[in-house]
């Protein structure tokens, strides 16, 4: 069974940056694509970034496109979405995600990733 853990997250003034880090254990890291996703109170969970398993392709929100980067690093199971030049519309509960099928193409739909972090709280003040 994976584990997932989210890390990074934190309050920064708005222009900042954060880096994320989401360690996966219990699992075959390299074979999933894998994404962050992040929700606020009363909304539903929103696409942010997902990337290939090999790391070869990513695909981003328009919202944060040209600002944030997902990386990963399959040597040490992790993954990470840098953000930069943040927004108070940034403020959100980050989640990353495991593709529920090893090898697959990711998409945005939520749905099709199986395993979840307990996310981690990021906040841009103005």
């Known amino acids: 069974q994976v584990q997932l853990v989210e890390s990074g997250g934190g309050l920064v003034q708005a222009g900042g940056s954060l880096r994320l880090a989401c360690e996966a254990s219990?699992?075959?890291?390299?074979?999933?694509?894998m994404a962050w996703f992040r929700q606020t109170p009363g909304k539903d969970r929103e696409f942010v970034a997902n990337i290939l398993w090999s790391g070869l392709r990513t695909d981003y929100a328009d919202s944060v496109k040209g600002r944030f980067s997902i990386s990963r690093n399959n040597a040490n199971s992790t993954l990470y979405l840098q953000m930069s030049r943040l927004t108070p519309e940034d403020t959100a509960v980050y989640y990353c995600?495991?593709?529920?099928?090893?090898?697959?193409?990711?998409?945005?739909?939520?749905?099709?990733?199986?395993?979840w972090g307990p996310g981690t709280q990021v906040t841009v003040s103005s």
């Open positions: 219990g699992g075959a890291f390299s074979r999933y694509s």
């Open positions: 995600a495991r593709n529920g099928k090893p090898w697959m193409i990711p998409t945005r739909r939520s749905a099709e990733f199986g395993s």
